[in-house]
């Protein structure tokens, strides 16, 4: 497997239990923020994401919440499986600062151990 | 199949020995870019390009080149590398470069270790 992912923050959870993932950002003027979730040997697949007017967004099985006034942004994932396990990514986008195209700035990540 | 191709995957190479890493796309996705990943640091964008002719440099540009001759391709160039570059590099690319998030597909990573 890779090596990213050997000096991250692991999260280990029990197989079935609810796994939250936090992240803080840095700029308050971002307007949108996305998870992204890489496997081991894979690029960074995107999850989900929520824009900045938005405090809460919720998919399949997943749910991203947004504080703004701590600059914080959490990954909830609910009954997580085994093939949860991975690196999860945030990064906030700041397209007004680049003129226009989208401008990634990515976290650090934290790797989720899923245990049976 | 919609999909971001890079190759090699794996390459170890000597310092200042130049070197290659192909990038193509099959969805016709005009912004393209280039970012690397080390430990610790998440992904940092080396270069994009807007289209086809038009590249600019991203956060970390120093010692990569790049080229956009046709859409579907956009090979990054290490014209001398330097261990500083052993990382893993990721391609990308999305429709436009103001897309939404969720239209940016990640090829599946180039390993790179210079000795």
């Known amino acids: 497997g890779e090596s990213v992912g050997l000096h991250l923050p692991t999260l280990s959870v029990q197989e079935g239990d609810n796994s939250i993932i936090n992240c803080a950002y840095s700029n308050s003027a971002s307007d949108y923020f996305i998870w992204y979730k890489q496997e081991s040997g894979k690029g960074p697949q995107f999850i989900i994401d929520i824009r900045s007017n938005m405090d809460k967004r919720q998919g399949q099985r997943v749910t991203v919440l947004l504080n703004k006034t701590v600059k914080h942004l959490s990954l909830q994932i609910a009954a997580t499986q085994p093939g949860d396990s991975a690196v999860y990514f945030c990064?906030?986008?700041?397209?007004?600062?680049?003129?226009?195209?989208?401008?990634?700035?990515f976290g650090a990540g934290t790797r989720l151990a899923v245990h049976p | 199949e919609a999909q971001v191709t890079q190759n090699p995957r794996y390459l170890i190479t000597v310092t200042g020995k130049k070197l290659t890493v192909t990038c193509s796309q099959n969805?016709?996705?005009?912004?393209m870019s280039w970012y690397r990943q080390d430990p610790g640091l998440g992904l940092r964008q080396i270069y994009y390009s807007m289209n086809v002719e038009v590249t600019d440099k991203g956060d970390v540009p120093e010692g990569y080149k790049v080229s956009r001759k046709e859409k579907r391709n956009f090979p990054l160039i290490l014209e001398s590398p330097s261990p500083n570059q052993t990382s893993l590099y990721f391609c990308?690319?999305?429709?436009?470069?103001?897309?939404?998030?969720?239209?940016?597909?990640f090829g599946p990573g180039t390993r790179l270790t210079v000795l």
């Open positions: 990308a690319s999305s429709p436009t470069a103001g897309g939404a998030p969720d239209t940016q597909y």
């Open positions: 969805m016709n996705h005009e912004y």
């Open positions: 990064a906030e986008n700041r397209s007004w600062f680049s003129g226009g195209y989208n401008k990634l700035i």
